[in-house]
């Protein structure tokens, strides 16, 4: 048997084998980024229209609103401080850049996470 059209078996291979390993970092990666994105706007919105309402009540919302989501934070990534006049907050959340394959982690040198950080003040 020889090449069919110019598509030999191990170019066959060699695809699949790419396909499945962006496949892998796509999977691990892109939901993590989305949950930066929905941090993002949950951020806005505490600035924007809880601005007046009291931190319990601003920390119950925001603690109802990450359930809903389903996304678990610890306290140095979504900050929320009164100021004066309304609050600031800031996220900071740091995404891995990485492909595993089995129990085996590989990251391109210099690109092993993407640092999400964004700040926002009435």
Request: proline share 3%.
């Amino acid at each position: 048997m020889g090449k069919s059209g110019g598509f030999s078996f191990i170019s066959l291979l060699l695809f699949i084998g790419i396909a499945g390993t962006l496949f892998s970092m796509a999977a691990n990666t892109l939901p993590r980024v989305y949950e930066c994105f929905l941090l993002r706007e949950l951020a806005d919105r505490v600035v924007k229209d809880y601005a007046r309402l009291p931190m319990e009540e601003v920390q119950r919302r925001v603690k109802f609103e990450l359930g809903r989501s389903r996304i678990a934070i610890t306290d140095e990534t979504f900050t929320i401080l009164p100021i004066g006049h309304g609050y600031r907050v800031t996220v900071h959340r740091i995404v891995p850049l990485e492909i595993r394959i089995g129990d085996r982690t590989f990251a391109v040198h210099g690109y092993e996470q993407w640092e999400f950080v964004y700040e926002v003040e009435t």
